[in-house]
Nanobody, 125 residues
Framework: QVQLVESGGGLVQAGGSLRLSCAAS????????VGWFRQAPGKDREFVAV????????YSTDLVKGRFTISRDNGMKTVYLQMNSLKPEDTAVYYC??????????????????WGQGTQVTVSS
């Protein structure tokens, strides 16, 4: 069993930065791929980025490429999402999720087995 807890959200002005953290419990977390998703009011949950269990492979949506960076520290059982040059359209609740089976459909939220409770990110213009 894995439990995920996000932190680091908040209110920031456009152009600012935030670093989200996803802290995990459970010995097998280091073998799970981890993704970040976001959901704005009235919209579907949207893929943001994913990192493989080794940390060697990352992929992100074009909407955040060049601005967001996903990384992980398996020793600390934590995955990070560094968000720079934030825009008002980045405003959403951000969730991290763990994929136990290493699906090749990492952008699909349904392949993830475990989810955190979310952290709010608000970017003002």
């Amino acid at each position: 069993q894995v439990q995920l807890v996000e932190s680091g959200g908040g209110l920031v002005q456009a152009g600012g930065s935030l670093r989200l953290s996803c802290a995990a419990s459970g010995r097998t977390f280091r073998t799970y791929d981890v993704g970040w998703f976001r959901q704005a009011p009235g919209k579907d949950r949207e893929f943001v980025a994913v990192i493989s269990w080794t940390g060697s492979i990352t992929y992100s949506t074009d909407l955040v490429k060049g601005r967001f960076t996903i990384s992980r520290d398996n020793g600390m059982k934590t995955v990070y999402l560094q968000m720079n040059s934030l825009k008002p359209e980045d405003t959403a609740v951000y969730y991290c999720a763990a994929d136990q089976y290493g699906s090749d459909r990492a952008t699909n939220p349904h392949v993830y087995n475990y989810w955190g409770q979310g952290t709010q990110v608000t970017v003002s213009s």
